[in-house]
Nanobody
């Protein structure tokens, strides 16, 4: 599976961005979004089941971020609203063929290249 992430940028606190992740190649079960801030470990943000659309979020982004998918375009999205400086990170999309422990990055098989999100205060 090849993944192409896009949509990052610089935004002021309280602003919004929408990340996209276009997938090609074989089918997969789940698409996830992770982020990594400087000096920190990669962190799970959200994931969506590609078949039934079920979603799950990191507590700190609940109510602000929305993950979605367009099966026809084979593209996933992460709509990020009310962004805060602590959301600043490189955001990565990833997909997995599995269905267990989906908050763990090591359980994802394929990764996009990452897109920088910077939120200024």
């Amino acid at each position: 599976v090849q993944l192409q992430a896009s949509g990052g940028g610089l935004v002021q606190a309280g602003g919004s961005l929408r990340l996209s992740c276009a997938a090609s190649g074989q089918t997969f079960l789940t698409m996830g979004w992770f982020r990594q801030a400087p000096g920190k470990d990669r962190e799970f943000v959200s994931r969506i089941n590609w078949n039934n659309g079920s979603t799950y979020y990191l507590d700190s982004v609940k109510g602000r971020f929305t993950i979605s998918r367009d099966n026809a375009k084979n593209t996933g999205y992460l709509q990020m609203n009310s962004l805060q400086p602590e959301d600043t990170a490189v955001y990565y999309c990833a997909v997995t063929l599995g269905s267990y422990l989906l908050w763990l990055s090591e359980n994802y098989n394929y990764w996009g290249q990452g897109t920088q999100v910077t939120v200024s205060s």
